[in-house]
T-cell receptor, first 114, second 110 residues
Framework: NAGVTQTPKFRILKIGQSMTLQCTQD?????MYWYRQDPGMGLKLIYY???????DKGEVPNGYNVSRSTTEDFPLRLELAAPSQTSVYFC?????????????FGSGTRLTVV | GQQVMQIPQYQHVQEGEDFTTYCNSS?????IQWYKQRPGGHPVFLIQ?????EVKKQKRLTFQFGEAKKNSSLHITATQTTDVGTYFC??????????FGKGTRLHILP
């Protein structure tokens, strides 16, 4: 199994540009998440989804949008990129919330906004 | 809002020494998970603790969950260079929200 696949791995954006970070999982997990990690910091939740067609805001949703049209895919959209969005973005998935399974993280997308 | 504090932020140890990182929550947790992130990598799930006072071991790693389910620790015995990385705790609160600590970055001196 590939697990959680994120593309692209690296991207440089100019201020005001838009882009979509792709995330796909092949484990049939219901729950999917987007986190950002700033240098030397922990993980901050941007958006999450408990299943296809259902999304909800996390701790830092401003400047981002998501959709969940299928169980497998959970893309993150950045509109009007700003330098404050320079970060490493991790997508994660999980089968349930109450079981002993943890998050499976993708390898991340390193985004620089200049 | 609820916080999960992790200490220390950084730790340098000689190879072979022990290492401990602590995680403290302002409220009672339903469970707590631990993750390891290698430099330049992504977080990898290590373990989940659920019961009050629970202790679990994975080779040289020992995980504990406090009696009040507000704190947890990860102890590594006789560190090796492969232990380098950042260790995160993630606590689930009663509202089913998961809060990550900021992590403890472990450096191993040869």
């Amino acid at each position: 199994n590939a697990g959680v696949t994120q593309t692209p791995k690296f991207r440089i954006l100019k201020i005001g540009q838009s882009m979509t970070l792709q995330c796909t999982q092949d484990m049939n997990h219901n729950y999917m998440y987007w986190y950002r990690q700033d240098p030397g910091m922990g993980l901050k939740l941007i958006y999450y989804s408990v299943g296809a067609g259902i999304t909800d805001k996390g701790e830092v949703p401003n400047g981002y949008n998501v959709s969940r049209s299928t169980t497998e895919d959970f893309p993150l959209r950045l509109e009007l990129a700003a330098p404050s969005q320079t970060s490493v973005y991790f997508c994660a998935s999980r089968l349930t919330t109450g079981g002993g399974d943890g998050y499976t993280f993708g390898s991340g997308t390193r985004l620089t906004v200049v | 809002g609820q916080q999960v504090m992790q200490i220390p932020q950084y730790q340098h140890v000689q190879e072979g020494e022990d290492f401990t990182t602590y995680c403290n929550s302002s409220t009672t947790l339903s469970n707590i998970q631990w993750y390891k992130q290698r430099p330049g990598g992504h977080p990898v799930f290590l373990i989940q603790l659920v019961k009050s006072g629970e202790v679990k071991k994975q080779k040289r790693l020992t995980f504990q969950f406090g009696e009040a389910k507000k704190n947890s620790s990860l102890h590594i015995t006789a560190t090796q260079t492969t232990d380098v990385g950042t260790y995160f705790c993630a606590g689930r609160n009663r509202d089913d929200k998961i809060i990550f600590g900021k992590g403890t970055r472990l450096h191993i001196l040869p």
